[in-house]
């Protein structure tokens, strides 16, 4: 017993959008130039501008949060929340606080603390007050 020769109905003919070539990922221009941004001045320190590309590069993690606590409870259509930030010297977030005005909830604040914590400023030390609103789709 051979191997036969499969029939042409017989052949896997693949999947094209599995198969093909990969397509190109394209960044979000806002994300890529809030990331080009997110740098300290050559004398040090950081302007609002550059704060706020480094938050913006950065804030992801956040509205992972904010999904999480809609399927908790979906009447949290919107929210703003104020991050308040102590970052050291090397750039490192060292204190987080977390304020919602429209809701209470200790699991939101301790997501958002947990992954702000991974933040880094490529200057300090500064300290952040800085407003984030989220909003449900």
Known sequence: AGCATPSPADRDLGDPLLDGPA????????????????????????TAVQVSDCVVSQVAGVRRCYAAALVVDRTRVEAKVRLGLDVDEAGAVRGVTVTTDSFQDPAFDQCVEADVRGWHFPAGPLRITYPIYLQAF
């Open 23 to 46: 397509p190109l990922l394209q960044e979000d221009p806002v994300l890529a130039e809030a990331r080009a941004g997110c740098r300290a001045r050559p004398e040090g320190g950081m």
